[in-house]
């Protein structure tokens, strides 16, 4: 049985466009706040959680939804096409309100972009769950995590894209000297590359047809299904079981990692006296070592197994937490090592990232994808909602050196959890797989 490459890339397209999206919403929605609106850092930190906040009950009720869609396009393909328009026509409203105030500043201008932009968080998070599940939706389980592999590598792809254009249209020698930046040429890209990516899926992948063929697929290797309980069945105990560790696991790899992600730039500035730009690059570093892992690390679980790769993942990414600690204790300045360091975790993030989602999928049937999908979100969402709060807290009242201690312990809890986690691991050897999920690379 092999992987369809080609579609799999042409089925991360929508993931592709919502991580583009994203990374805009992160670099530019703050400096709006701030600079145009002179919102301070509270309230507008207070906006920008509100994505996470919000995606605790948008995801898994969206996720929910779309199993039950019977549209002619299929279950996710509605969501994915009226989420996509209506998040694009309620993104280029925000550009026009952000160079409207600072021309003639109103309250109803401010009013109305916070509106508009609670709105918008809404609409993409009724079609992400969706989106994410579409993927396992039109792939044999078995193969769940080298597709998956490939749908985090397209993610990565739209963020980079994002970033070529934003060093090329924002760069220092084309904004120095301006009052204000209007970010409507941006936004209209992003909105440009989210329809592309929508016309593109819509018109390649014909969902209730591979969604059929799953079923065939479901059908001829009942072994792989343990229950449907979107009809009314109960997944066995120890199943449960293991689901519940599980989303545990997932939620304290998440408090560990987030937490650095989080507050790293500020932990490197104030111990090790770090500039913003050699800490930043740590972080990027982290970013590119988990991107070229995607791939190969896919097709390592493929053979040893998701658990194990995610334990290995889960280990090495405790011990180098552990190890930023233990520099910090004999050196208070930047030294090159740590970029080492951050390709591991770059590895070891991808270890888990790329296995996790479909262990918790493999504990489903085909109907249900979507709200297991929705479990898998909110229990990550969770974690990235509460780790920033839950770490400043302890490094304002034990100092800064706390942060790596308080996501290697999280990290390595994961890995106790782990052990009660007996389900959901690439256990199935289908030795004869639908001739339409067998294709050449």
């Known amino acids: 049985m092999k992987l369809d490459t080609k579609r799999t890339v042409l089925v991360g397209m929508a993931f592709l466009s919502i991580c583009a999206f994203w990374q805009m919403y992160d670099s530019v929605v703050p400096l709006i706040l701030t600079n145009t609106f002179h919102m301070d850092e509270v309230f507008s930190g207070a906006i920008m959680a509100a994505d996470n906040v919000l995606a605790l009950f948008l995801l898994p009720l969206f996720g929910g939804l779309s199993d039950k869609c019977t549209s002619k396009l299929g279950r996710r393909k509605p969501f994915i096409l009226r989420g996509t328009l209506v998040a694009v026509c309620l993104m280029m409203v925000l550009p026009l309100l952000d160079n409207s105030y600072f021309a003639a500043p109103a309250g109803w201008k401010l009013a109305g972009f916070v509106v508009v932009l609670g709105l918008l968080l809404v609409t993409m998070g009724t079609y992400r769950s969706p989106a994410v599940a579409l993927m396992p939706d039109v792939t044999p389980k078995p193969l769940r995590s080298k597709a998956n592999a490939i749908i985090n590598l397209m993610g990565a792809v739209g963020g980079i894209i994002y970033l070529i254009i934003t060093s090329v249209l924002y760069s220092a020698g084309r904004t120095a000297g301006m009052a204000h930046v209007s970010y409507t040429l941006l936004f209209a890209i992003v909105a440009g590359i989210m329809l592309l990516a929508l016309v593109v899926l819509m018109t390649t992948i014909d969902e209730p047809a591979l969604a059929a063929k799953q079923a065939e697929y479901e059908a001829a290797h009942p072994e792989d299904v343990v229950a449907d309980t979107s009809a009314g069945g109960e997944l066995p105990a120890e199943v449960?079981?293991?689901?519940?560790?599980?989303?545990?696991?997932?939620?304290?790899?998440?408090?560990?990692?987030?937490?650095?992600?989080?507050?790293?730039?500020?932990?490197?500035?104030?111990?090790?006296?770090?500039?913003?730009?050699?800490?930043?690059?740590?972080?990027?570093?982290?970013?590119?070592?988990?991107?070229?892992?995607?791939?190969?690390?896919g097709n390592i679980a493929s053979k040893v197994g998701r658990r194990k790769t995610i334990l290995f993942g889960v280990c090495l990414l405790s011990l180098s937490f552990f190890m930023g600690f233990v520099y910090t204790c004999f050196s208070s300045q930047f030294s090159p090592i740590l970029y080492i360091l951050f390709i591991c975790v770059g590895i070891a993030w991808a270890s888990i990232n790329v296995n996790s989602l479909p262990m918790v999928v493999e504990m489903c049937k085909g109907g249900e994808v979507g709200k297991f999908t929705g479990y898998y979100y909110t229990f990550s969402m969770a974690a990235q909602t509460l780790t920033p709060v839950v770490s400043g807290w302890l490094m304002q009242t034990f100092g800064y050196k706390v942060l790596f201690p308080y996501s290697a312990v999280a990290v390595a809890l994961a890995f106790v959890t782990m052990q009660f986690v007996k389900h959901g691991d690439t256990t199935c050897k289908v030795k004869k797989g639908l001739e339409a999920f067998d294709v050449d690379d």
């Not at 937490?259 to 111990?271: D, E, P, Q, R």
């Not at 730009?277 to 190969?296: E, F, K, N």
């Open 240 to 297: 449960k079981r293991s689901l519940g560790f599980l989303l545990v696991s997932i939620s304290l790899w998440f408090f560990g990692y987030n937490a650095i992600s989080t507050w790293f730039t500020t932990y490197a500035s104030n111990v090790w006296n770090m500039p913003l730009g050699s800490a930043t690059m740590c972080l990027t570093i982290a970013t590119a070592g988990a991107i070229v892992s995607y791939i190969p690390v």
